[in-house]
């Protein structure tokens, strides 16, 4: 059977004023090299989620690999995109932890399938109807504040990892320090590869300060299957229901990753991608569905990778079909596995002290980006209240449904703003009018 790409000219060289398309490749060689690339582009970010959330990053890594598979073939090779670990799962996931025994990471996998389930749904509605319910539900002003609240919501896990010993400080003032230092005087691939690369100059930096243990590193085998795990099981746990409220707001994070992500490559290769929107929400779905079933943490498309499309002006889904592949090679390692939970705490504060914020600041962006009007009431108290409830981590619980401060933050957003909305429009007073297109992008540095 023929492959679906053609050859970009002599499939050596890209002219300045040329780009390679999601139906071209270049040679083969070179197209390994570039979903070697995008392989490393990712590792640093996927890797972060099993790491501070207890999840198996060999079976990460698999379902990461095995959803960007999926992606391209659900979204028929049109849109090129990698599916790595999601950072919108890890506030639910810790949630869904803590209230269950330690280390049954089924509890939270059932969120994951949920969510999954859920997204896939959401695809087909929107392959259906069109995005424009979605802008109608969240406008950027709520949007932006669910996504702040999220990142904002994490910053007690920062401090837990922060004390974890007494020489965490130093590990994660070093850290931080590389990562600023990277991001500013490094460009291009290196300058986005800042997060992993500071991570490996406190991970070195911690070896004398006697942080890092190798223990579990030699002992585990050079070859072996990824750690899945099951999910839990609902009809046997009936409190696996009450997780829910907490993993819901994911949902939105993840329709505005992923609308932002087909408008982002819809310019950059200078076509209408917006019928291919469904079809990308329904594969992450898919994919993240798989992930909650076998033990993998929850997907989203990558803006790492977007960079790198943008650095090298290649957009062939055939180097992404190659770095899945080599994703899904590298979880037959426990080794990698065991390297990756040997990174200390200390690391881990100094890298989530920017990144939870981060995350945060992708939600102001949203608002920079939609021109956000908050000298208007309806947008001022449509932000505020949310940030306040997910920052201060309010409950609520109703027998065994427990709503964090994300998921009451999440409902306070839409509840005021759509509220004060009918209000202000039965008194006939100002509104605020919507920009209809949410501007979302990838809560990842780069």
Same mark, same amino acid.
């Given at each position: 059977?023929?492959?679906?790409?053609?050859?970009?000219?002599?499939?050596?060289?890209?002219?300045?004023?040329?780009? #390679?398309?999601?139906?071209?490749?270049?040679?083969?060689?070179?197209?390994?090299?570039?979903?070697?690339?995008?392989?490393?582009?990712?590792?640093?970010?996927?890797?972060?989620?099993?790491?501070?959330?207890?999840?198996?990053?060999?079976?990460?890594?698999?379902?990461? %690999?095995?959803?960007?598979?999926?992606?391209?073939?659900?979204?028929?090779?049109?849109?090129?995109?990698?599916?790595?670990?999601?950072?919108?799962?890890?506030?639910?996931?810790?949630?869904?932890?803590?209230?269950?025994?330690?280390?049954?990471?089924?509890?939270?996998?059932?969120?994951?399938?949920?969510?999954?389930?859920?997204?896939?749904?959401?695809?087909?509605?929107?392959?259906?109807?069109?995005?424009?319910?979605?802008?109608?539900?969240?406008?950027?002003?709520?949007?932006?504040?669910?996504?702040?609240?999220?990142?904002?919501?994490?910053?007690?896990?920062?401090?837990?990892?922060?004390?974890?010993?007494?020489?965490?400080?130093?590990?994660?003032?070093?850290?931080?320090?590389?990562?600023?230092?990277?991001?500013?005087?490094?460009?291009?691939?290196? %300058?986005?590869?800042?997060?992993?690369?500071?991570?490996?100059?406190?991970?070195?930096?911690?070896?004398?300060?006697?942080?890092?243990?190798?223990?579990?590193?030699?002992?585990?085998?050079?070859?072996?299957?990824?750690?899945?795990?099951?999910?839990?099981?609902?009809?046997?746990?009936?409190?696996?229901?009450?997780?829910?409220?907490?993993?819901?707001?994911?949902?939105?994070?993840?329709?505005?990753?992923?609308?932002?992500? #087909?408008?982002? #490559?819809?310019?950059?290769?200078?076509?209408?991608?917006?019928? #291919?929107?469904?079809?990308?929400?329904?594969?992450?779905?898919?994919?993240?569905?798989?992930?909650?079933?076998?033990?993998?943490?929850?997907?989203?498309?990558?803006?790492?990778?977007?960079?790198?499309?943008?650095?090298?002006?290649?957009?062939?889904?055939?180097?992404?079909?190659?770095? %899945?592949?080599?994703?899904?090679?590298?979880?037959?390692?426990?080794?990698? %596995?065991?390297?990756?939970?040997?990174?200390?705490?200390?690391?881990?504060?100094?890298?989530?002290?920017?990144?939870?914020?981060?995350?945060?600041?992708?939600?102001?962006?949203?608002?920079?980006?939609?021109?956000?009007?908050?000298?208007?009431?309806?947008?001022?108290?449509?932000?505020?209240?949310?940030?306040?409830?997910?920052?201060?981590?309010?409950?609520?619980?109703?027998?065994?449904?427990?709503?964090?401060?994300?998921?009451?933050?999440?409902?306070?957003?839409?509840?005021?703003?759509?509220?004060?909305?009918?209000?202000?429009?039965?008194?006939?007073?100002?509104?605020?009018?919507?920009?209809?297109?949410?501007?979302?992008?990838?809560?990842?540095?780069?």
């Amino acid at each position: 059977m023929a492959l679906p790409w053609k050859l970009h000219a002599d499939g050596t060289t890209v002219s300045p004023d040329a780009i #390679v398309l999601p139906e071209e490749r270049l040679s083969w060689p070179r197209t390994i090299g570039f979903g070697a690339q995008h392989v490393v582009a990712m590792f640093g970010a996927t890797f972060l989620v099993p790491l501070l959330t207890g999840f198996s990053p060999t079976a990460t890594l698999f379902f990461s %690999g095995l959803g960007t598979l999926l992606f391209l073939l659900i979204t028929g090779n049109r849109l090129p995109s990698y599916l790595g670990s999601s950072f919108a799962f890890i506030a639910p996931i810790m949630a869904a932890s803590a209230a269950g025994p330690e280390g049954d990471l089924g509890r939270a996998s059932f969120g994951i399938l949920a969510i999954g389930v859920l997204m896939a749904i959401v695809g087909i509605v929107v392959h259906r109807f069109g995005t424009g319910w979605i802008n109608a539900l969240m406008p950027p002003v709520v949007m932006g504040a669910i996504v702040a609240l999220i990142g904002f919501n994490l910053a007690p896990a920062v401090k837990n990892n922060w004390d974890a010993t007494e020489r965490s400080g130093i590990v994660a003032l070093i850290t931080i320090a590389a990562v600023v230092l990277i991001t500013v005087l490094f460009r291009g691939l290196i %300058g986005r590869l800042s997060i992993v690369l500071g991570m490996v100059v406190g991970y070195v930096a911690a070896i004398p300060l006697g942080e890092v243990s190798f223990e579990e590193f030699e002992q585990a085998p050079l070859f072996g299957l990824p750690a899945f795990h099951a999910v839990g099981n609902p009809f046997a746990d009936p409190t696996l229901w009450g997780l829910l409220p907490a993993f819901l707001p994911v949902v939105l994070v993840l329709i505005a990753e992923n609308v932002g992500h #087909v408008k982002s #490559v819809g310019l950059m290769v200078n076509r209408d991608l917006d019928p #291919v929107t469904g079809r990308a929400l329904l594969a992450d779905g898919v994919s993240t569905m798989l992930a909650g079933f076998g033990g993998g943490s929850g997907t989203t498309t990558y803006g790492e990778n977007i960079g790198v499309m943008a650095a090298t002006r290649v957009y062939s889904t055939a180097a992404y079909w190659v770095a %899945g592949i080599f994703a899904i090679l590298l979880s037959f390692s426990p080794k990698i %596995g065991a390297l990756i939970f040997s990174v200390p705490a200390g690391v881990l504060a100094g890298v989530t002290v920017a990144l939870y914020g981060l995350i945060g600041l992708i939600g102001v962006k949203i608002w920079m980006d939609n021109k956000v009007d908050f000298s208007k009431p309806i947008n001022q108290f449509s932000a505020a209240i949310p940030l306040i409830v997910g920052i201060a981590d309010f409950t609520l619980q109703f027998g065994s449904v427990v709503f964090n401060g994300i998921a009451l933050g999440t409902i306070s957003a839409v509840v005021v703003y759509h509220v004060m909305r009918s209000l202000s429009r039965l008194r006939g007073g100002e509104m605020v009018v919507a920009d209809p297109v949410v501007t979302a992008g990838r809560e990842t540095p780069r």
